[in-house]
């Protein structure tokens, strides 16, 4: 096989998409499409990698440097102006030829916006290439609504003769389904002649790559075309429908593969997981979970439904019930957590906690084996291990100001319904009676407890009822209701 250089075309606005934000840019399973481009033309790619960036650019530029981890090495150009597919091409000409020469002798260029792409069809185009020794080749499909792509023409021995693009089709062209995907293997010697030659003569007055193909069938070079039958990976995105078109095809693929390493997903339909989330085999995921971003579920792992776990961290044997949100959290292994929870940015939560319905942690530690069942707001607070947290329990972290630190050393028990008001630190060992608002530290194994005494006034509950049905009985033969009123607050002075 000879050497391969790429070109991935991302410099177009994308029109169609009606979006403050460049085409490339819109997400499909949590990763903009560019990644996809380029994650697979860095896999194909023996030598350069040239990124052309226009519309957007500094954004475009910004997220494939903070991806640069998984894209590396590759070459941003850009195109100022957007002047068509084949002037994008031109500009990557510094990075594809050294010294006018070609660094690898083919080019392997592709359109930014067919993210479902695979490897396995950019190789298949690869050997096709090699073995029909063309200088151009393309890949095809065959569609039943061609509308908005490039036909292809073929000739009486269903050669290829040109692509005429949508806009500039006659009717006989537009009844044509076969259509070009965006995908081409080109020697880079006639890629970089030809584009040199490209004239803007058609409806967008744009310079087309495409026409590279008709100058080589006029040169009497080889033109191949490789056809695809599957035609959700050539989908071509331009608008928010081909979008979701592409949102539903990625989603489908992400867990058929999860399947097939050994997870088990009640509904794959119902089970939305981006692109880098990692699980571990023998987790259940129920229908109706997103897992998102670059989140990480160890083994044996069970997540109920409506749950939603971002940038998150799960070991093993992590169990998740019905309707929680994590984002940035990390919970370490047999930890319980749900239904109803919300686990904020640098929440940990350690081997064995227990989180229960309707509590809420932000920039949290819970110690192992520690629980907050029921109720409660968590935040700035560092609680160690085999802590009980009472149901209503509140840090109050924050003055209208800035935020403050709450400290529960091992072994403490806080009672139900409790306010800490931090900055504050419950020493080891230490009870917090129920109702109580904490406003100073806590030694190790004190008891702290602030309320107010209690009173129990004998026999007023009766007196209070005995009125009322006084009140209710005289309301039918009297109904001034100020005599009634007069009673009642005489009740209130002296019995509340
Ligand atoms: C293009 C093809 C068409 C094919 C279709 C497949 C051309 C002329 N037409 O049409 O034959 O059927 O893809 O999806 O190539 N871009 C730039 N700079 C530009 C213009 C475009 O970088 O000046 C980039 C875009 O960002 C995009 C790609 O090139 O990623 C294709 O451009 P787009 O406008 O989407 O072309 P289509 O009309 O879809
Ligand atoms: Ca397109």
Same mark, same amino acid.
């Given at each position: 096989?000879?050497?391969?250089? &790429?070109?991935?075309?991302?410099?177009?606005?994308?029109?169609?998409?009606?979006?403050?934000?460049?085409?490339?840019?819109?997400?499909?399973?949590?990763?903009?499409?560019?990644?996809?481009?380029?994650?697979?033309?860095?896999?194909?790619?023996?030598?350069?990698? &040239?990124?052309?960036?226009?519309?957007?650019?500094?954004?475009?530029?910004?997220?494939?440097?903070?991806?640069?981890?998984? %894209?590396?090495?590759?070459?941003?150009?850009?195109?100022?102006?957007?002047?068509?597919?084949?002037?994008?091409?031109? $500009?990557?000409?510094?990075?594809?030829?050294?010294?006018?020469?070609?660094?690898?002798?083919?080019?392997?260029?592709?359109?930014?916006?067919?993210?479902?792409?695979?490897?396995?069809?950019?190789?298949? %185009?690869?050997?096709?290439?090699?073995?029909?020794?063309?200088?151009?080749?393309?890949?095809?499909?065959?569609?039943?609504?061609?509308?908005?792509?490039?036909?292809?023409?073929?000739?009486?021995?269903?050669?290829?003769?040109?692509?005429?693009? +949508?806009?500039?089709?006659?009717?006989?062209?537009?009844?044509? $389904?076969?259509?070009?995907?965006?995908?081409?293997?080109?020697?880079?010697?006639?890629?970089?002649?030809?584009?040199?030659?490209?004239?803007?003569?058609?409806?967008?007055?744009?310079?087309?790559?495409?026409?590279?193909?008709?100058?080589?069938?006029?040169?009497?070079?080889?033109?191949?075309?490789?056809?695809?039958?599957?035609?959700?990976?050539?989908?071509?995105?331009?608008?928010?429908?081909?979008?979701?078109?592409?949102?539903?095809?990625?989603?489908?693929?992400?867990?058929?593969?999860?399947?097939?390493?050994?997870?088990?997903? %009640?509904?794959?339909?119902?089970?939305?997981?981006?692109?880098?989330?990692?699980?571990?085999?023998?987790?259940?995921?129920?229908?109706?979970?997103?897992?998102?971003?670059?989140?990480?579920?160890?083994?044996?792992?069970?997540?109920?439904?409506?749950?939603?776990?971002?940038?998150?961290?799960?070991?093993?044997?992590? $169990?998740?019930l019905e309707c929680c949100v994590?984002?940035?959290?990390?919970?370490?292994?047999?930890?319980?957590i749900g239904p109803f929870a919300h %686990?904020?940015?640098?929440?940990?939560?350690?081997?064995?906690?227990?989180v229960g319905n309707f509590v809420e942690l932000?920039?949290?530690?819970?110690?192992?084996?520690?629980?907050a069942n029921h109720l409660s707001y968590l935040?700035?607070?560092?609680?160690?291990?085999?802590?009980?947290?009472?149901a209503g329990t509140i840090?109050?972290?924050?003055?209208?100001?800035?935020?403050?630190?709450?400290?529960?050393?091992? !072994?403490?028990?806080?009672?139900?319904?409790?306010?800490?008001?931090?900055?504050?630190?419950?020493?080891?060992?230490?009870?917090? &009676?129920?109702?109580?608002?904490?406003?100073?530290?806590?030694?190790?194994?004190?008891?702290?407890?602030?309320?107010?005494?209690?009173?129990?006034?004998?026999?007023?509950?009766?007196?209070?009822? +005995?009125?009322?049905?006084?009140?209710?009985?005289?309301?039918?033969?009297?109904?001034?209701?100020?005599?009634?009123?007069?009673?009642? /607050? /005489?009740?209130?002075?002296? !019995?509340?």
């Open positions: 096989m000879s050497s391969v250089s &790429a070109v991935i075309m991302a410099a177009g606005q994308g029109t169609r998409m009606k979006s403050a934000i460049p085409k490339v840019l819109h997400p499909v399973a949590g990763k903009p499409m560019v990644w996809y481009m380029s994650a697979l033309a860095r896999r194909i790619a023996d030598s350069a990698v &040239a990124i052309v960036v226009g519309h957007g650019a500094e954004q475009v530029r910004d997220y494939l440097h903070q991806e640069e981890a998984t %894209l590396a090495p590759f070459f941003v150009v850009e195109q100022t102006q957007q002047l068509g597919t084949g002037h994008a091409v031109q $500009q990557a000409q510094s990075v594809v030829l050294s010294d006018k020469e070609p660094v690898a002798d083919h080019c392997l260029i592709l359109n930014g916006d067919t993210p479902l792409l695979t490897e396995a069809t950019v190789r298949a %185009l690869l050997d096709y290439h090699d073995s029909s020794q063309a200088t151009v080749t393309i890949l095809t499909t065959i569609l039943e609504h061609p509308q908005g792509y490039g036909r292809v023409v073929r000739g009486a021995e269903s050669q290829v003769l040109n692509i005429v693009e +949508d806009r500039d089709a006659s009717e006989s062209e537009k009844s044509i $389904q076969e259509v070009n995907v965006g995908t081409y293997i080109v020697n880079t010697n006639f890629l970089f002649e030809s584009l040199e030659t490209l004239k803007p003569q058609n409806v967008q007055g744009e310079y087309y790559l495409t026409d590279i193909i008709g100058m080589a069938v006029s040169q009497k070079l080889r033109v191949s075309a490789l056809v695809t039958t599957d035609t959700n990976e050539t989908i071509g995105i331009n608008n928010r429908e081909h979008l979701a078109l592409a949102e539903q095809e990625m989603r489908k693929r992400v867990c058929r593969i999860w399947m097939q390493n050994g997870v088990t997903l %009640l509904d794959p339909n119902r089970t939305s997981i981006d692109a880098d989330v990692v699980i571990g085999r023998d987790s259940v995921l129920y229908p109706d979970v997103r897992l998102e971003g670059r989140t990480t579920i160890g083994e044996d792992c069970v997540v109920r439904s409506h749950t939603r776990i971002t940038n998150s961290i799960l070991g093993d044997r992590v $169990q998740v994590f984002n940035e959290a990390e919970i370490d292994q047999e930890v319980n %686990l904020r940015p640098g929440v940990k939560i350690r081997a064995r906690a227990k932000k920039q949290a530690e819970l110690g192992e084996g520690s629980k935040g700035n607070t560092i609680i160690g291990r085999n802590v009980n947290i009472g840090t109050c972290n924050y003055d209208g100001y800035r935020k403050a630190q709450t400290v529960i050393e091992d !072994e403490v028990f806080i009672g139900s319904d409790t306010q800490l008001i931090a900055p504050i630190r419950v020493g080891r060992g230490a009870i917090i &009676a129920a109702g109580t608002t904490l406003t100073q530290d806590v030694p190790p194994e004190a008891l702290g407890i602030s309320r107010p005494v209690q009173l129990n006034k004998e026999g007023a509950a009766k007196r209070k009822r +005995d009125s009322r049905n006084r009140r209710s009985s005289d309301s039918t033969s009297n109904v001034s209701g100020q005599n009634n009123q007069a009673e009642d /607050s /005489s009740f209130h002075k002296d !019995e509340l």
